[in-house]
């Protein structure tokens, strides 16, 4: 297509160049860089040792580490440890949002609630541990109630930051012209505090999931941070190895899930790119 003597590019003549590839998949490039070399740095380290309880060799490690994901029994307990740390999660959503909502919005509630919040969130998640045992017994009660815990508060807290973000003229504006309470609440603070709130999922989810890993290192007989245990019991170094980097694997994922939900829902953010994820 030709205007005044000069070619307008369109999408079906232009050509993608390397440079373009390259420029797209920069960071994973960067990222498969850092890999290859504490893999190479690892190697030699684990060459010089010569100690394998210590550090096992890098190709012991990748084997147990593709072993793992169809291995029946590692996959069941994983499941099952997912499926604890979903469930604390949801209830810790339950709990959080609502509480983060009234203190953000209420400066009573805030007042009431505020020195409670921030003395229990300042006890060490596994001090729960032996309280939660004998509220519970051993099994699914102590962990969901350990990643509960450790998931609400940061739902709590960026909640009350998302609602203090909101400008008083919008209150003010929806007042003037007859809005409710409840209307206010649908229409003015949850839409306001969604990004918030979904940087508080993320990051109640990152704390679900390293809370539960610990909680069934006492508190459980089955799990992911089970095998774990029984890994360093049985002396197993490079099958340690390889669960605790398939752990680090499964985090990263559900995090990546949580970042697409938040470009799904909060796509004006993400408009001009990069949104500090």
Request: overall charge positive; some cysteine.
């Amino acid at each position: 297509m030709e205007r005044n003597g000069s070619t307008i590019p369109n999408d079906r003549n232009t050509k993608v160049t390397m440079v373009d590839v390259l420029d797209k998949y920069r960071g994973t490039c960067y990222t498969v860089i850092i890999v290859g070399i504490l893999i190479i740095a690892w190697y030699i380290a684990a060459k010089r040792i010569q100690n394998t309880l210590l550090l096992p060799y890098f190709q012991e490690t990748a084997r147990e580490f593709f072993h793992a994901w169809v291995d029946p029994k590692i996959m069941s307990n994983l499941a099952l440890t997912l499926r604890r740390v979903f469930t604390g999660f949801i209830y810790a959503f339950i709990i959080g949002i609502p509480v983060g909502l009234l203190m953000g919005y209420s400066q009573t509630a805030m007042q009431a609630i505020s020195p409670v919040i921030n003395s229990v969130r300042q006890v060490p998640i596994m001090a729960w541990v032996p309280l939660s045992i004998i509220w519970f017994g051993l099994g699914d009660g102590p962990t969901v109630f350990l990643i509960t815990m450790s998931a609400v508060f940061p739902l709590v807290i960026n909640t009350i930051v998302g609602v203090h973000g909101i400008d008083p003229n919008y209150y003010n504006a929806a007042r003037s012209m007859g809005a409710s309470l409840p209307n206010i609440i649908k229409d003015i603070v949850v839409p306001a505090a969604i990004p918030n709130i979904l940087t508080g999922c993320r990051l109640a989810m990152g704390s679900g999931w390293m809370s539960v890993i610990c909680a069934e290192f006492i508190a459980t007989s089955a799990g992911f941070g089970f095998l774990m245990v029984e890994a360093q019991v049985r002396l197993e170094t490079a099958q340690l190895y390889a669960l605790m980097f398939m752990s680090g694997l499964v985090g990263f994922a559900i995090d990546k899930g949580f970042i697409t939900l938040e470009k799904k829902i909060t796509a004006w953010r993400f408009k001009d790119g990069f949104a500090g994820n």
